[in-house]
């Protein structure tokens, strides 16, 4: 949501789409066309028994320091390959990185962009997002269709990016075409449900031409959507083409495009209420949980958000002369947004006054008509890399060298709506007679222009113990203006990020590290009247991470723990900022967050058993502006999170297994002094899976129930625009899916 938005943070307001056809509608073109494609039937391939890949190939695009072995890495990673993403029905990001134990929802909304945080550090959308390893803006829906794995960085990440929150970086990673020549794809998939959604998609791959030189993966998904919160519902639909071209046995050119649309009615946040007797001043109250299947904002004016979007990369890969390989990629994003929600803030009593960070004590709450709509967003990076090995001293580096220059704007329409439309209740009964879209308020205009080089080394010291180096170097150009050109502000500046790192395989089964990184993130003061720095840039908010840990694996156990220690700069306003020159934007102490993450599997005759959990304390200090702060554990981060899941196959029927997966997350503060606590929650999923074959075709079935107690929870607590926000937890769900390979 714009409107609310200071200089340079994400723009958030939740939003969707109108249902406007039905799945049968194409349902029957796509099975013409897989049939008709279907030259060779795929392989079957046992399907992965692990959730999350913990042990294997570290995230080398997001790492940047190539495909080394994620248990000889010094950070801690995960990849969430393709087939849990099946397994789960994955339709969005959050429901696949959710699976680890160190991220959390942070504002979560069912019907609008991601918003996550990881070590209860906040992911910015703007600036802590890849795709195939480049920057892009995640201030939109990013469909999974077309996505063969998820990986995350977690950490500061001034190495990998010149500019991020210091929870870590996430990544999408494409499907690509087959690498063996005679490999085909063709795959049918529909599923039904949660609610009343219904989906079916298309998965065509294979090699043709002259020594079939030339690759291709192409993906096509259509979804009806009428989830289990009513009145939410919409649609989407995606089209994504990935190729290669083997120019010659040491260089190859890939490039790969999608466009995705989704429509769909927002979904407001329930929130805290006040306290009846001291409604102002009062310690609010947590309302009792709901199931989560009401709408309280729609209205029958209530219009759909729309996120639409284009994305692709051009990427050349050539092999020199010393095992050095030279890539250069380019990546490019075009988005669309009409940013709507009918949104509940805060509430008017009845002797007049507002209440502008909770709903009233009887449930009660102002409601606006929200509108932003035609707001673009552009993205482009060119980035070229140098990367092989070098003995020097008698020691081997393995070395990269990069340039990256990236370009990122923010487009919106001149004017947006927010406008007062009536009241409403959390119950759902309050009725708004008529829609207030007309714009009223100016838009935000942001561009920023970065460049950065970054150098990688990794020192082998000995056969069991290695140096890692790393140094980026960002120059940044960043400016913001209302869309009237008043209250322009612009931000240049340069700085250096260094990342350090020592692993010791003490046997070939444990290896421990130590880690430091740094990370970056920049403010301005806004350029309006109050401010006394009004428009001057802050010096650079500088994260500081510590990170040491121990991995192991054997040839049926793998498990990994590490102790990290975060501290990142909070900037804050001083003085009453309610006249002309009384208040200065400034840095006013940290936000530290120091914590365990475990990890752990194990496979066992039909058995396998993966385990994660995340113990975090999360504190304000040295505050300046209000010391009352310091020692406040920060809002809507759990104290500990325990992720598990249980997996049995059965001998007797081959490709049938079943899975119980348990989520847990302990209480959290709601308010800051602690005076309202989220409890804790725990949710069981379970699920079949048979991988079969029916007349030669292979045929994957899932039967899946989340949430199987059918238990009523409030989910997170977040606070947002100065309001305390409650998201309820969904109900008991069933889905039901089926992919067909021929």
């Not at 096509?220 to 649609?235: F, Q, R, S, V, W």
């Not at 190729?243 to 927002?266: H, K, N, V």
């Not at 990342?499 to 990370?519: F, K, M, N, R």
């Not at 403010?523 to 121990?550: C, F, K, M, W």
């Amino acid at each position: 949501m714009a409107f609310f938005s200071p200089f340079f943070s994400s723009s958030s307001h939740r939003s969707s789409e109108r249902l406007t056809c039905r799945v049968t509608h194409i349902a029957s073109a796509v099975a013409c066309l897989a049939w008709g494609c279907a030259q060779a039937q795929t392989q079957a391939q046992t399907p992965a028994v692990s959730e999350i890949t913990i042990i294997g190939s570290a995230p080398s695009q997001v790492s940047g320091f190539g495909d080394v072995p994620l248990r000889k890495a010094p950070f801690s990673a995960v990849t969430i390959d393709q087939q849990t993403l099946q397994d789960i029905g994955a339709q969005r990001v959050s429901d696949a990185l959710r699976l680890d134990a160190s991220v959390a929802d942070s504002y979560n909304s069912p019907a609008y962009w991601d918003s996550l945080s990881v070590h209860g550090y906040t992911l910015d959308n703007r600036y802590n997002y890849r795709r195939e390893g480049l920057p892009i803006s995640a201030e939109t829906m990013i469909g999974m269709d077309n996505k063969e794995r998820i990986e995350l960085f977690k950490g500061t990440s001034g190495i990998q990016a010149g500019t991020s929150a210091p929870g870590g970086l996430v990544n999408y990673v494409v499907k690509r075409p087959p690498t063996a020549k005679d490999e085909t794809i063709r795959s049918v998939s529909t599923s039904y449900g949660p609610g009343k959604n219904s989906s079916i998609g298309l998965d065509l791959g294979g090699r043709f031409g002259q020594d079939q030189a030339l690759g291709y993966r192409f993906n096509a998904a259509y979804e009806d959507l009428n989830p289990y919160i009513k009145n939410t519902e919409g649609h989407r639909k995606l089209f994504a083409l990935a190729m290669d071209w083997r120019l010659t046995p040491d260089s190859r050119l890939e490039w790969e495009i999608e466009r995705s649309e989704r429509q769909q009615m927002g979904v407001n946040a329930y929130s805290l209420l006040a306290n009846a007797t001291d409604p102002l001043n009062g310690v609010p109250t947590l309302p009792p949980t709901v199931d989560g299947t009401r709408n309280i904002t729609r209205q029958a004016w209530s219009v759909p958000g729309v996120f639409a979007g284009t994305t692709g990369t051009l990427r050349f890969k050539q092999n020199l002369d010393g095992g050095w390989l030279w890539t250069t990629q380019y990546g490019a994003q075009r988005l669309r947004t009409d940013d709507r929600l009918t949104f509940a803030f805060g509430c008017t009593l009845p002797n007049g006054d507002w209440i502008g960070d909770k709903y009233c004590s009887n449930g009660g709450f102002d409601l606006y008509d929200y509108r932003s709509d035609n707001e673009r967003r552009s993205s482009d990076a060119l980035h070229t890399e140098l990367s092989g090995q070098q003995t020097w001293a008698g020691l081997r580096h393995n070395l990269s060298l990069s340039v990256q220059r990236s370009r990122l704007l923010d487009r919106p329409s001149f004017m947006q709506a927010y406008n007062w439309a009536g009241t409403g209740n959390i119950d759902g009964t309050s009725v708004s007679p008529e829609a207030q879209p007309t714009p009223s308020e100016l838009n935000t205009e942001r561009s920023e222009y970065t460049t950065e080089v970054a150098l990688r080394n990794r020192i082998e010291l000995n056969t069991q113990t290695a140096l890692w180096l790393g140094m980026r170097h960002t120059q940044l150009n960043r400016a913001s203006q209302r869309t009237d050109g008043s209250r322009a502000v612009q931000d240049q500046r340069s700085f250096n990020t260094p990342w350090l790192a020592v692993t010791h395989q003490i046997t070939p089964a444990y290896s421990v590290y130590g880690s430091y990184g740094e990370g970056i993130e920049t403010d301005v003061a806004p350029n309006r009247s109050r401010y006394t720095n009004a428009g001057q840039a802050l010096p650079a908010l500088r994260s500081h991470q510590t990170e040491i840990g121990v991995k192991g694996q054997w040839a049926q156990t793998r498990w990994q723990a590490s102790g990290f220690d975060i501290t990142r700069p909070v900037s804050g306003d001083e003085g009453t900022c309610d006249e002309d020159n009384t208040c200065t934007r400034k840095i006013d102490g940290q936000a530290r967050h120091r914590g365990l993450d475990l990890s752990a599997g194990m496979t066992h005759a039909q058995w396998t058993l993966d385990m994660g959990a995340a113990w975090i304390q999360a504190l304000r200090q040295n505050a300046v502006i209000d010391p009352s702060v310091n020692g406040q554990r920060a809002l809507n981060v759990p104290r500990m999170t325990l992720r598990a899941q249980a997996q049995y196959r059965f001998a007797a029927v081959p490709g049938l297994r079943t899975s119980l997966r348990l989520s847990h997350e302990a209480e959290r503060q709601a308010t800051e002094d602690g005076s309202v606590q989220l409890p804790a929650w725990t949710t069981l999923d379970w699920a079949v899976h048979h991988d079969t074959r029916i007349q030669g075709t292979r045929t994957q079935w899932t039967l899946a129930v989340d949430n199987l107690a059918n238990r009523q929870y409030w989910r997170e607590s977040p606070k947002q625009f100065g309001h305390y926000y409650l998201y309820a937890g969904a109900p008991r769900t069933l889905r039901v899916a089926l992919k067909t390979s021929f």
